[in-house]
């Protein structure tokens, strides 16, 4: 067995919601909305699942798709992108990421990546033979440093992964952060692939800065994308990169060869979605404030230091002195609520003490998982 994955414990993710359901928990763990998602954009699929084409689509996508996206950015974030040489339609950002990956490094090139990270990238660059150059941003304002970008880069960087917003921070790097890395990617001449799936999950009137549209990373940076996040459909898994021609072509290399396509009444769907007004993304921004808030200040009442969070599904307390992976395995066994243990997402292992919750859910949910944990805090 390759040795890669032969080592690999199953994600935290999937760990912790098998617990949830052993111990009967509410599940704030994994990060999903109770909310089923927009009923239009549901119906759209389930139409053309009944009465579309059902065969294969498009290698790099359905042409409705493509043009979605590339509409959808344009008026979102300004960027102008050709939805025949610049747009490609995977399976999930998931995809989009280990094909970026396997498409650009070659064994012994180094890649950046900042801790806390997305569980799924340092096991793909290992596969791909890539050596990770670990930048480690600390909590509470997981800032990027200069410093330790310096530190990082080097001739041999080739790749630098980023996430912004970033999970499970909640944070997000606005123009000045992004430049800075945009002067190292250019200086090094690494490609930047940047996973945004929260893109449009962001709080507080903020907005996103694609690292795309900044100065010298136009040709260099490959933007990925999610519709799971983007309609509250994590199970969909379509997801979308975009980048400058000559990087498409090698991009869709790999695809071609990994899922080859994606389900095509869920490109009709994600395609009729994206054209949604700004209405609804306002309303989906304004629902999921007033959970987080809701959470939050729950969550400060019972006495726990809570982290801000401006984007994403996620708030996160800070433990002092406790481990996280112990605290919730206490959690989900004596209390029943699923959480993250934070260090799930440290390579090096400095932080331990930060535990996250999915703030995605119903009042309901939200509220009983809080009568649930104050049972917790006045007995400990
Ligand atoms: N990147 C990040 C940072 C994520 O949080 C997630 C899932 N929540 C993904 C990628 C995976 O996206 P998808 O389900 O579209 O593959
Ligand atoms: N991205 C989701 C989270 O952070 C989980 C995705 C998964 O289960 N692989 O909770």
């Known amino acids: 067995m390759n040795p890669v994955f032969a080592d690999l414990p199953v994600t935290v993710f999937e760990t912790m919601s098998r617990l949830g359901r052993e111990h009967g928990a509410i599940n704030l763990g994994q990060g999903f909305p109770d909310d089923p998602g927009p009923d239009d954009v549901r119906e759209v699929a389930a139409k053309a699942l009944r009465d579309g084409y059902n065969q294969y689509p498009p290698m790099m996508g359905l042409p409705s798709l493509r043009a979605a996206v590339a509409e959808h950015y344009g008026r979102h974030q300004g960027l102008e992108l050709d939805p025949d040489t610049e747009v490609m339609v995977t399976s999930g950002a998931t995809e989009a990421l280990a094909g970026a990956i396997f498409a650009l490094i070659e064994p012994g090139d180094e890649v950046v990546l900042f801790e806390p990270m997305y569980d799924a990238y340092l096991p793909l660059v290992r596969r791909a033979g890539g050596i990770p150059r670990f930048v480690t941003l600390k909590p509470p304002y997981f800032r990027l440093e200069d410093e330790a970008l310096a530190a990082a880069f080097s001739d041999r960087t ?123 993304f306002t309303g989906m921004r304004a629902g999921l404030a007033r959970s987080r808030d809701r959470l939050a200040t729950g969550l400060s009442g019972l006495g726990f230091t809570v982290l801000p969070s401006a984007a994403t599904y996620f708030v996160s307390i800070d433990i002092g002195a406790a481990d996280d992976v112990a605290f919730c395995e206490r959690l989900v066994r004596e209390n029943g609520v699923a959480a993250i243990p934070v260090s799930a997402f440290y390579e090096t292992g400095r932080v331990k003490n930060l535990v996250r919750f999915c703030f995605a859910k119903t009042d309901a949910t939200l509220d009983a998982a809080l009568e649930r944990l104050s049972r917790q805090a006045s007995a400990a």
Request: charged share 20%; hydrophobic share 50%.
């Open 158 to 280: 080739r790749l630098v992964i980023l996430n912004n917003p970033l999970n499970p921070s909640a944070t997000v790097f606005g123009e000045a952060a992004l430049s800075l890395l945009a002067g190292y990617c250019e200086r090094f001449d690494a490609v930047a692939l940047c996973d945004e799936v929260w893109e449009h999950v962001i709080f507080d009137g903020a907005r996103h800065v694609p690292l795309m549209a900044l100065p010298g990373m136009r040709e260099r940076t490959i933007k990925v994308g999610s519709a799971g996040k983007i309609f509250s459909l994590t199970g969909w898994k379509v997801g979308f990169v975009m980048a400058a021609p000559e990087l498409m072509r090698v991009l869709a290399r790999a695809h071609q060869f990994l899922t080859f396509t994606t389900p095509p009444n869920l490109q009709e769907a994600a395609a009729y979605g994206l054209g949604k007004n700004d209405a609804y």
